[in-house]
Structure formats: C-alpha cells, structure tokens
C-alpha cells in the first residue's frame, strides 16, 4: 500500500516539548521508525509535517490525485477545532484516514476530549506513542484486505 502519514502543528517538535506527555525520541527518530516499520510490511510510507492548516488540506488532495491507498493523520491542535480538516478527509473520498495522537487525548485537559476531526475517519488511536503510528499502518491493511474480501 501506499501511505501518507500527516502531521500537524508542533509534532516537529517531538523529543524537545513536554517529554513527560510525548516521550524523548526526537521526531526524526519517529519518521525512520515509521518508515522502517512500514517497508517492512511492504508498504511505501511518506510522512510530511506541517504547522499550517492549509498545508495539511493539500496534502489530503495529493493523497486523492495520487491515489494512496490510506492516510494517517495527528492532526495536533487541529484536531480540535480544524472543520476545513474534516472536510479534507471527507473530500479525499476513497482514502482510507486513521487519526493518531502519540498522548492518550481523554486523559488530559478537557479542551483535547474532543476531536472534530475523527467523524471524518475510519478509527482514531491514542496513547500508544509512536507505535500508534504502526496500530494505524495494521488498521488501514485490515480495512483495505475486508474491502477487497
């Protein structure tokens, strides 16, 4: 499969801000990882970040128009507000989205409980850290291999 995996705001910022929440791995570190895992399950895997909104929504286009087969977004702060996201996911019809968050989002401020990104997705993970990256990859080969069932 061919997967884009989007992140939002800050996530560039990994390894450097609030290590209790989001570990001490930098963010490079992450994307091998997630590349690595990736290959290894045969999967071709770009992952691109971005602080800004209307970066993310071309990104959903790319992944529309070039026919991948599933994104995985953290949509960082976005996920809270961000209905232009929403739309995005919802636009790209046909591409699988699994939304992902390295912190578990229901055990901490109560402004963070709600996502309005997640409706437009299959599934949402949260508070695995970085394997919830790898969950996300399983989660789209498992909902790709029932369509084609």
């Given at each position: 499969?061919?997967?884009l995996v989007?992140?939002?705001?800050n996530?560039n910022?990994?390894?450097i801000?609030?290590k ?7 963010y490079a570190d992450i994307?091998?990882?997630?590349k690595?895992?990736g290959?290894k399950?045969?999967?071709?895997i770009e992952?691109l970040q971005s602080?800004?909104?209307?970066q993310?929504i071309?990104w959903?286009?790319?992944a529309y ?6 994104v995985?977004?953290n949509?960082?702060?976005?996920t809270h ?7 995005a ?6 591409v699988p989205?699994?939304?992902?968050h ?10 963070r409980h709600?996502?309005?990104t ?5 599934g ?5 850290g970085?394997?919830?990256y790898?969950?996300?990859i399983?989660a789209?080969?498992?909902?790709k291999a029932?369509q084609?069932?």
């Open positions: 499969m061919k997967i989007l992140n939002g705001p996530l910022m990994v390894g801000r609030e209790g929440i989001y570990g001490s791995r930098n994307v091998e990882y997630i690595e895992e290959t399950r045969g999967h071709e992952v602080n800004y909104e209307g993310i071309e959903f286009q790319k128009f070039e026919n991948y087969d599933g995985i977004i949509p960082g702060a976005h507000y961000s209905y232009a996201i929403h739309d996911i919802k636009a790209a019809a046909g989205t699994v939304e992902v390295i912190s578990n989002v229901h055990a901490r401020e109560e402004f709600k996502s309005v997640a409706p437009a997705c299959i949402q993970l949260c508070g695995f970085e394997f919830g790898i969950l996300a399983q789209l080969e498992d909902y029932k084609n069932a």
